[in-house]
């Protein structure tokens, strides 16, 4: 769990004891209030565990750009190549 995920998961209970407040109180901005903490605290969540599922990538592609560079800078020319063309194929 990295701090993304916490601070997500603190900012989605925080939102869900606002919107129960707001909704016991009939005040309708609170509870608006801590629907959108929710919708926010949701997001940072999913954006820390997309984080943690592409760690492992990231260290594995430095790796193989450290262990075989003449390689990595053949993949990324040919990457690069295709870009172009994609593009430049586009108007």
């Known amino acids: 769990m990295n701090n993304d995920t916490l601070e997500g998961q603190v900012r989605d209970i925080g939102g869900r004891v606002k919107e129960t407040t707001g909704t016991l109180t009939n005040d309708p901005t609170l509870r608006g209030e801590g629907v959108a903490d ?15 599922a592409i760690a492992p990538i990231v260290d594995q592609a430095k790796e193989f750009a450290r262990s075989k ?4 800078a053949t993949l990324v020319g040919v990457l690069g ?3 172009l063309n994609t593009l430049r194929g586009r108007r």
């Open 38 to 52: 929710q919708v926010g605290g949701n997001a940072q969540k999913a954006v820390g565990a997309a984080g943690d």
């Open 69 to 72: 560079p003449l390689a990595t």
């Open 81 to 83: 190549v295709a870009l």
